[in-house]
């Protein structure tokens, strides 16, 4: 298959999991468990390649993208070593990057910015993802523009409105490129969790009267969430779970907290209480564990082989197969069950 070149604007704790998973599903003979596709319309991970990146850490602008991933304030994972990927951290344009919360932990390169245009052009970059810390909505404006210049396709995994603005996604159209947004779910998420939990009870009869799921981390990103970006999180996830039920009820979803110590982890808490059979009370008191940045990796990868072929498809404008599969606030929001069925048909 040819290769998939892709550029990364950002280069945080969703990077630095995504570029480990290309090395470790790439291995010989290397288990393909974790991922949902291991091949999703013929393209493996190994058919990944990042030719392009932009930050403005100083402690990332200028390595190599194998080393800039493990530069502090990074905090997800380490799974395995990356041998030198020959593309080294150009300096994007700061813009709202770093928040007030955030500006403790990072440290802003004083490096002349690059013009990102070019830098993708001259990259090949076929695809950029765009992986700002959510309160960065001009930033992920910019890179977007600038994505359309260099005739990029677009990936907005940040919960910015990018592929949800229909301004932006015609421009997409009029330039004929393929974009996919916004908001990328995780593999297995506190939101998937909870609106397959609100569906099983409310196909069994239960009537869900309260419920909440809250977060607790430990990234940079928890921070930025705390403070940028808490409402718009918080209308994202609770629509997206009340989308799981027929009628309206007490629903909050997403407000976060964050605790250093937690590192890359996340908690997620989730209470629902509701009525069964002669108005029997029912409660669900549950807490999920996990890592956040390699939950994006597996959806990341089929995300970009999916668009992928939307671009040899010729494509414009946002993917609603793709983005209905892929991300918490698409332009369209399709059914649970229509979601899986509409990329399998886009895929085949
Ligand atoms: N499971 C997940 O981790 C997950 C799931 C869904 C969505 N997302 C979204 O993905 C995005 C990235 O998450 P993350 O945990 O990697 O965040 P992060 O804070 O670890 O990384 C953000 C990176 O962007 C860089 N940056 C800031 N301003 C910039 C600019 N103007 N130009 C270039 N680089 C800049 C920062 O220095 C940092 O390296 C977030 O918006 C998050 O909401 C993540």
């Not at 298959?1 to 290309?22: E, T, W």
């Not at 190994?46 to 930050?55: H, L, Q, S, T």
């Not at 668009?307 to 993917?319: L, M, N």
């Amino acid at each position: 298959m040819p290769k998939i070149k892709v550029a990364l604007i950002g280069v945080g704790n969703c990077a630095a999991s995504f570029i480990q998973g290309i090395q470790y599903y790439s291995k010989p003979n290397a288990s393909q468990l974790g991922l949902r596709n291991p091949v999703l319309a013929g393209y493996t991970p190994k058919d990944i390649e990042i030719v392009a990146a932009f930050d403005i850490d100083s402690r990332k602008v200028g390595l190599d993208l194998s080393e800039a991933i493990f530069a502090k304030p990074n905090n997800a994972p380490k799974v395995c070593d990356v041998p030198n990927l020959g593309v080294k951290v150009a300096k994007g344009p700061l813009l709202d990057g770093v928040g007030e919360s955030t500006q403790a932990l990072i440290e802003i390169s004083k490096v002349s910015d690059v013009n990102v245009a070019e830098t993708l052009i001259a990259s090949q970059a076929e695809i950029a993802i765009n992986l700002l810390p959510s309160g960065a909505s001009d930033a992920a404006r910019f890179y977007a523009l600038q994505s359309i210049a260099a005739g990029c396709a677009f990936i907005n995994a940040t919960p910015n409105f990018i592929a949800s603005d229909p301004v932006l996604s015609q421009q997409f159209k009029d330039a004929n490129l393929p974009l996919a947004g916004d908001d990328l779910v995780d593999q297995i998420g506190s939101t998937a969790l909870h609106k397959t939990l609100l569906k099983l009870l409310s196909d069994s009869g239960v009537h869900i009267n309260e419920t909440y799921q809250l977060d607790v981390g430990g990234g940079t990103e928890s921070i930025d969430t705390m403070e940028r970006t808490r409402d718009t999180k918080r209308n994202i996830k609770t629509e997206a779970v009340a989308a799981a039920l027929t009628y309206k009820t007490e629903i909050v979803a997403g407000s976060t907290d964050y605790v250093d110590f937690l590192q890359n982890k996340r908690d997620s808490y989730f209470w629902i209480s509701g009525t069964y059979f002669c108005n029997t009370p029912l409660k669900i008191d549950l807490k999920f564990q996990m890592v956040d940045a390699p939950n994006a990796g597996s959806v990341l990868f089929d995300v970009v082989r999916a668009i992928k072929i939307a671009r040899d498809k010729s494509q414009k404008g946002a993917v609603n197969a793709v983005c209905a599969y892929g991300f918490k606030h698409p332009p369209k929001r399709l059914a649970i069950e229509e979601t899986e069925a509409e990329f399998a048909k886009f895929v085949a």
